[in-house]
């Protein structure tokens, strides 16, 4: 095998020339594939927080500690997607027209989400999720775009940090909750704090600064979708406002009717019922043994008589008398049957 030619290996000028191509480009289909994963991933968990809304499956699985975890690794995904994304379509200098244009469809975007979810769920409507953090950070994201990475990547990491170490009371006032630095968690089906996330956006910044020259003078960069995975996942990625605004009315209405002719599920809301059991029966007094027994059997025993797919707040006062007794007798029936202590 003869040795590699010096010539073949890419010179800095070419390197930063390819840079500036893909700069000027704009738009990768690369990137907006992987635009197009994120999407993919955050329509199935959509799927799952839907089916758990509307009672499908026994609990809601998009709320347990894994649920939680997606969720965040979903956004944390788009969110670095648009710090790439920002040094994508800008390089070195602003493009202010092409940048006003794109901040005002996601604002659009994100105030059409906060109308339609304050109209669905106006108890917990979004007033600061996805889109509105994309939208407001894009603007601030601007401010940093001359930073070079070394100066970006500590910056995104102390963002994400600011709340475990600023937290106050004095920023759970509702015209500060958007930045994420209060000590309670606002009631809302969507929230997506400035602090930490526009963290992952820096370090987004950072990585496109850092890994452009290499994306620009390899395959990936002048990858073309030939099937259809990957021309489907990168048409998602170009359209991806349009398909996060539809994709959940969407998924919400053909789950909605599966739920109409299906029922609930026979188990919904039992996970629940006996975590919150066992908690109210061990604070009076019971035993934690006893109390699981107790909420096992008090579960059982709801849903042979019947009561259980009406759900504690439709009861009527003979009804909720005869649940009382049923749970009265299952925890009596535990405390002889559990171990002592």
Known sequence: ????????????????????AVVTQRRLPVVDAARGLCLAAMAAYHTLWDLGFLRLTPE????????????????????????????????????????????????????????GT????????????????????????????????????P???????????????????????????????PRTNDFVPLFPWFGPVLLGMALAKLGLPILAASRAGSWQPRGWPGRAA??????????????????????????????????????????DYVAICTRTGGSAEA????????????RAEGLWSRGERSFTTPERLRAQRLSGDCYAAAEGSAPPP
């Open 1 to 20: 095998m003869s040795d590699p030619d010096p010539t073949d290996a890419p010179h800095p000028t070419d390197r930063a020339a390819a840079h500036e």
């Open 60 to 115: 809601n699985y998009a709320l347990t500690g894994g649920g939680r975890a997606a969720a965040h690794a979903i956004a944390g995904s788009f969110l670095l997607l648009v710090g790439v994304g920002v040094v994508l379509m800008n390089g070195a200098g602003i493009h202010w027209r092409a940048t006003l244009q794109r901040l005002l469809r996601i604002g659009t975007g994100a105030l059409l989400v906060t109308a």
């Open 118 to 153: 304050y109209l669905a769920f106006p108890e917990t409507y979004v007033f600061f999720g996805i889109l509105h953090c994309i939208a407001v950070s894009s603007l601030m994201a601007l401010a940093f775009l001359r930073w070079p990475a070394w100066m970006l990547a």
């Open 155 to 185: 910056a995104g990491l102390a963002v994400i940090a600011a709340p475990f170490v600023v937290a106050h009371p004095l920023l759970d006032a509702p015209a500060l909750a958007f930045l994420g630095l209060g000590q309670a968690v």
């Open 234 to 275: 990168a048409f998602a990625g170009r359209h991806s406002l349009i398909v996060y605004l539809i994709h959940q009315p969407v998924l919400l209405a053909l789950l909605s009717g599966l739920a109409a002719l299906t029922g609930p599920h026979p188990r919904a809301g039992w996970p629940e019922f006996r975590r």
């Open 291 to 302: 109390c699981r027994i107790a909420a096992r059997c008090t579960a059982e025993a709801l």
